[in-house]
């Protein structure tokens, strides 16, 4: 089993920053991509960013050249620098690891409990 705990969300005003920090525990040994997600209300969770073990990234369109998600490896760890944020970045951000294939979709065994981002504008 995999614990993700996600940390440093909170309320922002727009054009500011958040850094989140999803700190992993447990049976970590053989996790390879990390990726964050988010869902806003009354809407499906969508996917923000991947990072696989060798550091490679991938992003959602809406979110490239602001956000940045990185991982230290001696910290179990993965981040996401959010930079520029704008209301429409108002969501629950969730830290998933260990992808698999389901039907051609991606899905992740574990998942966090979620962070609240809040961009007021």
């Known amino acids: 089993q995999v614990q993700l705990v996600e940390s440093g969300g909170g309320l922002v005003q727009a054009g500011g920053s958040l850094r989140l920090s999803c700190a992993a525990s447990?049976?970590?040994?053989?996790?390879?991509?990390m990726a964050w997600y988010r869902q806003a209300p009354g809407k499906q969770r969508d996917v923000v960013a991947r990072?696989?073990?060798?550091?490679?990234?991938n992003y959602a369109d809406s979110v490239k050249g602001r956000f940045t998600i990185s991982r230290d490896n001696a910290k179990n760890t993965v981040y996401l620098q959010m930079n520029t944020l704008k209301p429409e970045d108002t969501a629950v951000y969730y830290c998933?690891?260990?992808?698999?294939?389901?039907?051609?979709?991606?899905?992740?065994?574990?998942w966090g409990q979620g962070t609240q981002v809040t961009v007021a504008s």
């Open positions: 998933a690891a260990d992808p698999y294939l389901n039907g051609g979709l991606m899905k992740y065994h574990y």
């Open positions: 447990g049976s970590i040994f053989n996790i390879n991509a």
């Open positions: 990072i696989t073990s060798g550091g490679s990234t």
